[in-house]
């Protein structure tokens, strides 16, 4: 099993910046990507950002050119770095990682954006 730990959540004024970050514990060899969803209120939860071990990334529309991720391998954490932040922003953040041995995806427990003035 792995688990999936997010930090660095919190409350900021528009055009504000936040870092979350994601640490990943347990069996480390069955996870490769790993990425941010997240979920507003009334809304599903959707894909914000993933990234390879490589450093492959892959950014939803909406936030490209604002966020940014990255990982270091090393220490099995994930980070995103969140500028500019809008109010549409605001929801809980879920750090993913997919079990590469075809198991169920392994999720964080979520960490709460607001974006407000």
């Known amino acids: 099993q792995v688990q999936l730990v997010e930090s660095g959540g919190g409350l900021v004024q528009p055009g504000g910046s936040l870092r979350l970050s994601c640490a990943a514990s347990g069996i480390i060899a069955r996870i490769n990507v790993m990425g941010w969803y997240r979920q507003a209120p009334g809304k599903e939860r959707e894909l914000v950002a993933d990234i390879t071990p490589g450093g492959t990334t892959n950014l939803a529309d909406s936030v490209k050119g604002r966020f940014t991720i990255s990982r270091d391998n090393a220490k099995h954490t994930v980070s995103l770095q969140m500028n500019s932040l809008k109010p549409e922003d605001t929801a809980v953040y879920y750090c993913?990682?997919?079990?590469?041995?075809?198991?169920?995806?392994?999720w964080g427990r979520g960490t709460q954006v607001t974006v407000s003035s």
């Open positions: 993913r990682a997919p079990d590469i041995w075809g198991g169920s995806a392994y």
